[in-house]
Structures are given as C-alpha cells and as structure tokens.
Nanobody, 124 residues
Framework: QVQLVESGGGSVQAGGSLRLSCTAS????????MAWFRQGPGKEREFVAR????????FYADSVKGRFTISRDNAKSTVYLQMNSLKPEDTAVYYC?????????????????WGQGTQVTVSS
C-alpha cells in the first residue's frame, strides 16, 4: 500500500507561484508513474500533469501547459508540481496519484493510489 502525502499548498495572488510536493512511503517509488489532478469547487476532478517512472516523459493539460512543470526526485520518493503565473481558475484541491502502469493515463480511474490533497487558492 503506497501512502502519498502532499504539501506546499496555500493562498497566492494571481500571477504568483507555488510549488507542491508529494512524498511517497513506498521504497519502490521509482517504479510508479505519477500525476497531479485537481478538483475545483463544484467541479469534477481533472487531470493536470503526469510524469513517467524515470522522469523521461511528461504530459500536461492544455490549461496549464507552459505555466506548470512536473518533476520527480526518485532518491527522495517525491514528485513536484511547480506552478507559475497562477490564475484564479487554478483554485482547487490538488491531489497526487500513483500507478504502476506505463503510458499516458488521463483518467483518475486509472490510478491506484491517492494523496489526501492540498488546497491552492488564487485570488485576483
């Protein structure tokens, strides 16, 4: 059972930056593909970004492309989401997720493990 713990959320003004972290309890963290999802008020959970097990492949939702960067440090069992040029519409609870498979996975139902979420609030 993989436990994921997110941190780094908070409140920021539009145009600002935040970096989210997600640390896994699993020693074989490097064998998992990792992703970030978010769920805004009254909205369904949506895909934000994904990174392959070795960091060699990344993919972003169009809404965050060019502003957000996903990365990972397997030695620290941690995945990051650097968020720049934040907009009010980025306000959401952000979740990290893990799965053992390969390939592009955009649906929350394709992920096996989830963190508890961290709140990001962007004010205009």
């Amino acid at each position: 059972q993989v436990q994921l713990v997110e941190s780094g959320g908070g409140s920021v003004q539009a145009g600002g930056s935040l970096r989210l972290s997600c640390t896994a309890s699993e020693r074989t963290f490097s064998s998992y593909g990792m992703a970030w999802f978010r769920q805004g008020p009254g909205k369904e959970r949506e895909f934000v970004a994904r990174i392959s097990w070795n960091g060699g492949s990344t993919f972003y939702a169009d809404s965050v492309k060019g502003r957000f960067t996903i990365s990972r440090d397997n030695a620290k069992s941690t995945v990051y989401l650097q968020m720049n040029s934040l907009k009010p519409e980025d306000t959401a609870v952000y979740y990290c997720a893990a799965d053992r498979g390969v390939g592009l996975k955009l649906s929350q139902y394709q992920y096996d493990y989830w963190g508890q979420g961290t709140q990001v609030t962007v004010s205009s």
